[in-house]
């Protein structure tokens, strides 16, 4: 039987992502092509929220097959629609034949391109994005924007929804609810696992900062940025110290613009046992995770669109904190189950979150096991189903 020609289009190396591919490669009626738009990842490059040089260290390219298209922008990357600007990218891929495309995301000069192909024209075009509307936008130039963007997803004829707050955004984006299939963001679950070793090293880790053994910690991993609401946090710390006297500490794994103000902040609030890491590479996640009895994730606004740290840390057994603007919530983080969300924005709610978390640990550790049963659910295998069922249901 033919196997199903799958070109899918990618703004560069992710590393969410590439042990997808390597899975996608696997299977016995799809024949996959990426082709990236960008190089970010394999080679040493800036990244603007870390404020450093990033380059993975984990195999981002091993397993399917892979090209990387040509990138003339004079500011290449995603923080701008014309930071993917590769002129050549709609011969290329009409070159390979494609009997279907995986487009991630939209907005950048390249996809406009591919969408407009002639080309193209014949070739029936996925969507798959993250974005949402947990986060109410109502003005004339809010309303505009889905005007347009209504307008350029007629041109998909599926899309994958990654989970429920996604797929109300696609309906609302114009596509007909039979043409959404449930393809749910995932991370490699395999590598996000527990165990002696990584517990080992996560003593260590801890060790290694200061952080005392009986401590309990509470997580946040990422960019230290505005959207990401790290000072929120920071402020809810504050207020949960002046109440409570159980041993716990705040650690801030990652890096970022607002690091020298969370120092200076905490410094001033007189705040103890809050300690910073710096950016941790890909191979020293599990055990990242692994150091903390709870991660929470405070970030306001649009931005999150997901946080798929959320999943890495389940899978590491880990109770969630998140605030209402996180795109995973509705799936992921189930009030009183494994978790609690607050709203976003509002230090005292966090504040009481964070002692729920505290001040009962049995049942924090009942609520990390439910984690892991729950991110179980979130794997390669039901990602590629829905991506199957939406192309049985085109051809």
Known sequence: MRRHRLAIIVSHPIQYYAPWFRYLAQQQSLDIKVFYLWDFG??????????????????????????????????????HSRGLVNPDAETIIARWAPDSILMFGYRYWTHQRILKSRSLRSVSVLFRGDSHELVPRHSLRDRLARLVRRRIFRRFAAALAVGKANEVYLRDSGI???NIFFAPHAVDNNRFSSGKEITNEATAFRDSLGIARDSFVYLFVGKLEEKKRPLDLLHAYARLKQQCVASCSLLYVGAGEQQEELCATANHLGVTDVHFAPFQNQSQMPRTYAAGNVLVLPSHGPGETWGLVVNEAMN???????SSHVGCGPDLVLEEQN?????????AALADRLANALLLPDRCHRFGRRSKELVAQYDYQATTLGLLKAIEYLH
């Open 316 to 322: 590491l057994e880990l109770p969630i904190i998140a």
């Open 176 to 178: 007909l609810p039979s």
């Open 339 to 347: 978790g609690w969300i607050f709203p976003a924005g509002d230090q």
């Open 42 to 79: 394999v080679t040493a490059q800036w990244d603007r929220g870390f404020g450093q040089s990033i380059q993975w260290d984990i195999p981002m390219l091993d397993g399917y097959e892979h090209e990387f298209v040509p990138n003339v922008s004079g500011s290449p990357g995603t923080h």
